[in-house]
């Protein structure tokens, strides 16, 4: 039997097209429930203030590029969105005088325009991003080669070999869309084989890095974040690393400051990680099957899943 269609867009898969229940127990959730749905495998924390969140997801860096040696290359993997931890990064290589000769970083996603990568002096580019508020404010005796940089591109064979060579990805830090993604793994379309039901996680976690259609609402998302609204604007497609490549990192980190997925987005992630219930129409559920995930809520970006009128 098919399930029901899409509220927000009838010819994909997204969260609305999950059992009604499994959304009201989401929705009821307090903030310390929430904290509550640590497992073996999966952690939640909270921060207190705005600025120990970005600067616990700073340290992230620092920690990782830390155990990087030369028989030892180690990197992260990180976003765009958030953004506000680079410049904490950078002063943070600075500061502590940390040589990143054998440190790694992956970009994880890119926007793909008229069939290739956005050019680098795009301003929607997030490898321009990643370099103007962190790697080019960080001291250049202490910057890593720019070929320990990995971004991915149109041609997407070199970024997946940096994933199969010795470099060892200690931590791949995200955000959450609107969709319940990570990058840019969004559901797919409601079409062919996926008419009547979305892809099965088994299915959705062989995918590697590659080029993808975006849900319209991470379309709406970004021209909301990043393009004054203007969704016109805004690239129909990206490149972004797959679930192969993110089940090759060590643990994978997810920051929730309450800017970017909504209050009810923030618990419903959780709570089908926690609970192990795996869905590819919320992509986000599928890390139920990776080994070391923690998320990490703002308390003061948590909210609540009340009707409130402003």
């Known amino acids: 039997m098919s399930r029901r269609i899409s509220m927000l867009a009838p010819g994909w898969w997204d969260f609305t097209t999950l059992d009604e229940q499994i959304l009201h127990d989401a929705a009821k959730l307090t903030p310390n429930d929430l904290l509550q749905l640590s497992r073996p495998g999966f952690r939640v924390v909270f921060y207190d203030t705005i600025e120990d969140f970005y600067l616990a ?23 765009i969105g958030p953004t506000e931890q680079l410049p904490l990064v950078a002063r943070l290589v600075n ?19 008229n069939g290739k990568e956005a050019d680098v002096t795009n301003p929607l580019s997030f490898e321009k991003a990643d370099r103007e508020l962190c790697f080019d404010r960080i001291d250049e005796k202490l910057r890593m080669p720019d070929s320990n940089m990995h971004f991915p591109k149109a041609d997407t064979h070199t970024y997946i070999q940096s994933w199969e060579s010795a470099i060892r990805c200690a931590v791949m830090q995200g955000g959450q869309g609107d969709t319940k993604h990570w990058a840019f793994n969004d559901p797919v379309k409601r079409e062919g084989k996926y008419q009547d039901s979305p892809p099965s996680p088994e299915e959705f976690r062989k995918l590697t890095t590659r080029v993808v259609d975006l849900h319209p609402v991470t379309c709406m998302q970004n021209a909301r974040t990043s393009a004054g609204g203007v969704v016109t604007g805004i690239p129909l497609q990206a490149l972004t690393v797959g679930p192969v490549q993110t089940w090759k990192a060590e643990k994978v980190s997810i920051w929730h400051a309450g800017t970017h997925d909504n209050a009810f987005g923030q618990r419903l992630t959780a709570f089908m990680i926690s609970k192990n219930l795996m869905d590819s129409a919320v992509p986000m559920s599928l890390l139920a099957g990776h080994p070391n995930v923690q998320f990490n809520y703002f308390r003061g970006g948590v909210g609540v899943c009340e009707t409130e009128m402003h």
Do not use: R
Not at 57 to 79: D, F, R
Not at 104 to 113: L, N, R, T
């Open 57 to 79: 997801e700073a340290l992230e860096y620092i920690t990782s590029w830390k155990q990087a040696t030369p028989g030892n290359p180690v990197g992260i993997c990180g976003p």
């Open 95 to 113: 500061e502590l005088q940390l040589d990143l000769a054998d440190a790694h970083f992956w970009g994880m996603d890119e926007w793909f325009i």
